[in-house]
């Protein structure tokens, strides 16, 4: 079973969670705590290594399914799900620095945390449906 950090870690802010604006650290790590305790998930790894893709990221069984991007959520689902989402303005393409848009990854911007929260559970759900990573 893969370690996870503990969640008075995320809640605080620790645990890879970077240097951001105050608020959108408090977001995220707010969500980390969320699913800390979950079974087969991990949170940011303390010290994690800042600039690499998945550093700031949530997994469950190996595989990430939310991170933090430039001070936004990032969430994977599966393709369709991210295109409709893209498509009715929702959610918004995430390209990871590389100009070509990842066909699972959306963007979520900040203006409603409930939103991320939702998203980020349907995330959870489909990636720990594809197994261990």
């Not at 800042?50 to 190996?62: E, H, M, Q, S």
């Not at 001070?71 to 390209?95: C, D, M, N, Y």
């Not at 945390?113 to 197994?131: C, D, I, K, N």
Request: proline share 8%; net charge positive.
């Amino acid at each position: 079973m893969p370690k996870r950090a503990p969640a008075e870690d995320a809640a605080s802010g620790l645990g890879g969670l970077g240097t951001s604006l105050p608020g959108q650290v408090d977001s995220f790590a707010r969500l980390a705590a969320r699913f800390a305790g979950r079974e087969d998930t991990e949170l940011p790894a303390p010290g994690g290594r800042r600039g690499r893709f998945g550093a700031d990221a949530l997994k469950v069984r190996g595989r990430i399914f939310a991170l933090r991007s430039r001070g936004q959520l990032v969430v994977k689902l599966p393709e369709a799900r991210a295109r409709e989402l893209i498509s009715q303005g929702v959610g918004l393409p995430f390209t990871a620095g590389r100009g070509v848009p990842m066909r699972a990854w959306v963007a979520v911007p900040g203006q409603d945390p409930g939103l991320g929260e939702r998203l980020a559970e349907e995330a959870f759900t489909y990636v720990r449906s594809l197994g261990p990573g």
